[in-house]
């Protein structure tokens, strides 16, 4: 691979989160009955006029404010011309010459053989304009359904320079692209129901010759479909041309269950959209004092509060980074910071890194649904910084809050009487007892085996059921053999 | 600038158009004879001038976003020429 350098750019289709419309008053709420939700405007029924949804607007400025782009203080609505069923104006209204977001980028952090390294993805640009209906090609006896119910839904398309040298860059993007919207709550994100969708354009060329051709290959709606469809792609190009064959431009549909991208069967005008400014629609302006008033609703962005959680908590770059992955992640964390003491950060991170995060993983459950809430992890937390519960032991008061089994972790410890053993007067005697029943791992102690020692140790904390202090195990049985 | 008549047939196809060798001939000239107005419109100079994206100096209203349309599938399916299952339904689309 070293001798090819591989360039992609990301093109993402964001769906809006807004009640209504784009362009009409009906709802955009997902799982309606097919055309329950599509009103004579998303149908294109003649005589009727879109009129622009403002919380639509208000989702394109938060994101323009969001990654440091200018937004347009005039934009200009364009009609997309083109021809298919899902599509009844027989165009889709999008922007062209003057979209309302230009510039700005995403830092993505990526690793390079191990070490990881920070860069910064390029936007070209944010524009606003209408999903299309559905076609379902099965089942309809020889013709194809249509259900317009997603027609005129709002989507952000946001496209990048073509900053990106490998799919896992892409993905890299395209992650923190998928935190960014749902953080700042225009998107909610769901890959699923296609509310996130992206098209990737892949070319390869010899470093430091000129771009070479590309093929786009066209919404990939998961990131692992994202990975898979780009490292097929950039091995079927590669493969192409040092077998001699030219690379045509064409759009490529990336089929999950072979792993492979295939040409869409290509439409010689498809690309003839002969965009021209929608005389429906004026042109878009935001004032300043528009743009100001938005900024104050957005939330903290994750850069900043990543920054903060550096400085405020003396965590490192990746603790950060990790918990301010997402918005509620990162609240979480706040949240049980702010009941155990800001002294107690680093233990709350390894906990909502650690154990948190693995059982949320296993049981396929978001953080917003945890079952042991921030003050609780926060309680528990408090009573491994202060000696009473062994990080051991904190497990298990762990699981029995996950389980719901009491309310607060100091009604675990008291029920179960888990609490740590730190009392040498208490742990002295048994140290004594387990040194009399193995006399064999005392001698090869003394004749300076280490890993003696260690079976010592286990054997206090077993006769202790866990509960013993293992530090204090550790120095009160070095001290009585060595002393 | 004039067009030839396959780039008259090839505008008529993206239109989905369908027009006789006569029509064709026709439509060109009309397309022509529009082409050169725009031309005499082009040579006044417009340098310093704002592009217009519009006839009206107005700027676009906006609308609260809340769901405001009732659901009249019923309606509208009446008049469509086949539906079923609540979709509507149309020659079969193969890509």
């Known amino acids: 691979m070293s001798q090819w350098e591989v360039v992609i750019g990301l093109e993402t289709h964001v769906q809006l989160q807004t009640k209504s419309k784009i362009f009409s008053g009906a709802s955009t709420a997902f799982g309606a009955e097919p055309n329950r939700q599509a009103c004579a405007v998303d149908i294109a029924l003649p005589g009727v006029l879109p009129v622009l949804n403002r919380e639509a607007v208000v989702c394109a400025i938060k994101f323009g404010l969001a990654v440091d782009a200018a937004i347009a203080p005039r934009s200009v609505f364009a009609r997309k011309n083109y021809f298919y069923p899902d599509l009844p104006k027989g165009y889709q209204i999008s922007q062209y010459e003057i979209p309302v977001v230009l510039g700005g980028g995403i830092d993505i952090r990526v690793s390079h053989g191990g070490t990881p390294s920070e860069k910064r993805v390029h936007l070209t640009r944010a524009h606003l304009e209408e999903d299309a209906g559905k076609s379902l090609h099965e089942d309809f006896h020889g013709k194809t359904g249509i259900d317009l119910n997603r027609a005129g839904t709002p989507l952000l398309e946001i496209v990048t320079e073509p900053d990106m040298g490998s799919a896992a860059e892409a993905v890299a993007y395209a992650k923190a692209l998928h935190s960014l919207v749902t953080w700042i709550g225009i998107c909610d994100g769901n890959m699923q129901e296609g509310s996130f969708r992206c098209d990737a354009n892949v070319s390869v060329r010899r470093p430091g010759a000129p771009l070479g051709t590309r093929r786009e290959v066209k919404n990939l709606n998961s990131f692992r479909f994202l990975q898979q469809a780009i490292d097929y792609e950039i091995g079927w190009q590669i493969n192409e041309i040092e077998e001699g064959r030219k690379i045509v431009q064409a759009t490529v549909l990336f089929d999950p269950d072979t792993g492979e991208t295939r040409a869409m069967r290509s439409k010689e005008d498809a690309h003839d959209y002969r965009y021209f400014p929608d005389p429906d629609l004026l042109p878009l302006e935001i004032s300043p004092v528009w743009t100001a008033e938005v900024k104050r609703g957005l939330p903290e962005l994750p850069a900043a509060m990543q920054a903060r959680f550096e400085r405020d908590f003396g965590l490192s770059t990746y603790d950060a980074a ?119 791992s005392v001698e090869e102690f003394r004749a300076g085996k280490e890993k003696a020692f260690n079976a010592l140790v286990g054997q206090v904390m077993k006769a202790t059921k866990g509960k013993a202090n293992p530090q204090q195990v550790n120095d009160l049985l070095r001290q009585k053999l060595t002393g | 600038m004039s067009l030839n008549p396959e780039e008259v047939r090839r505008i008529a196809r993206l239109a989905r158009l369908e027009l006789s060798d006569e029509e064709t001939g026709r439509t060109g000239d009309q397309l022509n004879g529009i082409l050169a107005f725009i031309e005499q419109l082009q040579a006044v100079d417009t340098a310093g001038v704002a592009p217009m994206a519009h006839a009206m100096d107005v700027v676009q209203r906006l609308r609260v976003d809340a769901v405001t349309e009732p659901d009249r599938r019923e309606a509208f399916q009446a008049i469509a020429p086949e539906t079923e299952a609540g979709l509507y339904l149309v020659p079969k689309v193969i890509e």
């Open chain 1, 322 to 440: 990790s918990l301010t992955a997402t918005r509620a992640n990162a609240t979480f964390f706040e949240d049980c910071v702010a009941a155990a003491g800001k002294d107690q950060a680093k233990l709350c991170a390894n906990w909502v890194m650690g154990e948190l995060a693995a059982r949320l993983n296993r049981d396929e459950r978001e953080v917003a649904d945890s079952p042991v809430s921030a003050t609780q992890l926060a309680g528990m937390v408090r009573r491994v910084a202060d000696g009473t519960l062994s990080s051991k032991l904190a497990k298990e008061v762990f699981d029995a809050l996950w389980t719901g089994e009491a309310a607060d972790a100091d009604a675990v410890i008291e029920a179960r009487g888990l609490k740590q053993v730190s009392d040498a007067s208490a742990i002295g005697p048994i140290i004594d007892e387990v040194l009399a029943a193995n006399p064999k």
